[in-house]
């Protein structure tokens, strides 16, 4: 068994620490400025607090799990403190922010695993699957043998992990952005509920499905931003048009940002609906 550090959980990150304690590693984290959303969702998970001193002197393996914008800064404050181990990015990153990670955690004397995980956190075995790719990817992958989440080895470069999850989140999350934004269009111009009736009659899963991703987007809207610039960033590295997923990123800025103006306000004392909320922010 293993004792694996995980920086800095979130509500994923949580869930696979939760997977490691299920088939017997101890998995430590430090609660140290941690809100009180985070420790609960550690303690239901299993993880042992614990100082960041300790969390790198006792971890053979330090697992990243933090929103995009973070994972180079977490990088150098692993690196900072000396660690040696087996460093895991799991983080919805481009390749060239891995390299950079890579950079940072290998001149202080650890190995890196390129990751990228794929599905919500996980709950019941097949739904989640964690990608692992570099020359230590099988050794982390054997720690999540029989736990619910399906650690897999993404063939390929160093980085293919990370390349799987651009690719994979530029449709699932680049697409529910342009369904808000084609909906935040009609109703800009009056023509939001000929457009309803059209989706019913022709693409009868987009008008709840849009009203799902304006949920998704308002909730988790502040994470997705810097994951659209990643991909942008991946895709003008392949020479691919980078114009679209920055526009993604401009969506989810506004409705992280979602305020209702108050010339929008309905007259009626119920609060308006998170759609509306978010359809006004985009507008």
């Given at each position: 068994?293993?004792t694996?550090?995980?920086?800095h ?20 984290w ?12 550690a ?11 300790r969390?790198i ?5 330090i ?16 690196a ?30 650890a ?6 995980i794929i ?20 050794e ?47 109703r800009?111009?009056g ?5 309803l009736t059209?989706?019913?009659l ?23 931003v ?15 048009p ?5 526009a ?25 609906s ?10």
């Amino acid at each position: 068994m293993a004792t694996v550090g995980l920086l800095h959980p979130g509500e994923m990150g949580a869930a696979v620490g939760g997977c490691l304690v299920s088939v017997g590693h101890e998995v430590l984290w430090d609660p140290a400025g941690r809100s009180r959303a985070s420790t609960g969702r550690a303690l239901a998970a299993g993880l042992t607090g614990v100082t960041f001193d300790r969390l790198i002197a006792r971890s053979s393996v330090i697992l990243s799990v933090c929103p995009p914008h973070a994972a180079l800064d977490v990088a150098r404050q692993v690196a900072s403190a000396g660690y040696a181990g087996r460093y895991v990015d799991a983080n919805a990153i481009s390749v060239a922010t891995a390299e950079q990670v890579c950079a940072v955690v290998t001149a202080a004397g650890a190995t890196y695993v390129d990751g990228g995980i794929i599905g919500m956190p996980p709950e019941v075995a097949g739904d989640t699957r964690l990608y692992l790719s570099g020359p230590h990817a099988a050794e982390v992958r054997i720690l999540f043998s029989r736990s619910r989440l399906d650690a897999r080895i993404a063939e390929g470069p160093l980085y293919a992990a990370s390349s799987v999850k651009m690719a994979y989140a530029a449709w699932t999350k680049g697409s529910a952005a342009l369904l808000l934004a084609a909906r935040a269009l009609a109703r800009a111009s009056g023509v939001e509920q000929t457009l309803l009736t059209e989706w019913s009659l022709s693409q009868r899963a987009l008008g709840e499905q849009s009203e799902r991703s304006a949920a998704a987007a308002a909730a988790k809207g502040w994470r997705w931003v810097a994951e659209m610039e990643e991909i942008a960033a991946s895709m003008a590295a392949a020479g691919l048009p980078a114009g679209f997923h920055e526009a993604a990123a401009d969506i989810y800025d506004r409705a992280a940002r979602a305020e209702m103006p108050a010339a929008h306000r309905p007259a009626a004392p119920e609060p308006p609906s998170t759609l509306d909320t978010v359809m006004s922010a985009l507008m």
